[in-house]
């Protein structure tokens, strides 16, 4: 009888545990895009203006190469370095770990992302300064990612 009765325990354990993991799906970060209340492609590239994938060609343009880097310069290397902490984030690698569009979501709309993305908000936890808005248009975004694609392929 007491091991029926555990085997009962356990297998009502056992479902409950399994019903439970399907229900919520989860990323690798372990968010709930549910409980984030964002949509998927908010989730993959960030919130703000640019919601749907723009086209990236392979070859890197170096005329708007040259156009981020006076952009960055003027307004992104205060806080960020290519290689190591600053005030933000090193940003030399950015663009193999985050598509073009999360980072040009983040530029236009930081604030956005910093409250209410997982990232941003990890982000902020760990920087403890809130990125400001930079006065940057969709076309320097677009510039600065292609600058930092060259600084990716170039280091
Ligand atoms: C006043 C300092 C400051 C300035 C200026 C600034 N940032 Fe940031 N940035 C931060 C901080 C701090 C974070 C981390 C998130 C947070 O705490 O706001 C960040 C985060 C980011 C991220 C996200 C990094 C990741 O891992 O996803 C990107 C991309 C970024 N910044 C790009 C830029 C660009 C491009 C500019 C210039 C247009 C810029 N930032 C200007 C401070 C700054």
Do not use: W
Request: charged share 25%.
């Amino acid at each position: 009888m007491n091991k029926l009765f555990t085997l009962i325990i356990i297998l009502t354990l056992v479902t409950f545990g399994v019903s439970s993991c399907g229900q919520n799906e989860t990323d690798e970060a372990g968010n709930n895009a549910e409980e984030t209340g964002l949509t998927d492609f908010e989730m993959d590239h960030g919130i703000g203006p640019i919601d749907q994938r723009i086209e990236i060609p392979d070859e890197i343009d170096m005329e708007k190469v040259e156009k981020g880097r006076q952009v960055y310069r003027s307004r992104c290397s205060s806080c960020h370095r290519m290689e190591g902490r600053h005030v933000g984030p090193e940003l030399g690698k950015i663009t193999t770990g985050r598509s073009p569009e999360f980072i040009m979501n983040f530029i236009l709309n930081p604030s956005e992302n910093i409250q209410r993305h997982p990232v941003g908000q990890a982000l902020l936890r760990e920087y403890l300064v809130e990125m400001p808005y930079q006065n940057v248009d969709k076309e320097q975004a677009r510039a600065i990612v292609e600058y930092l694609r060259y600084q990716a392929e170039e280091n």
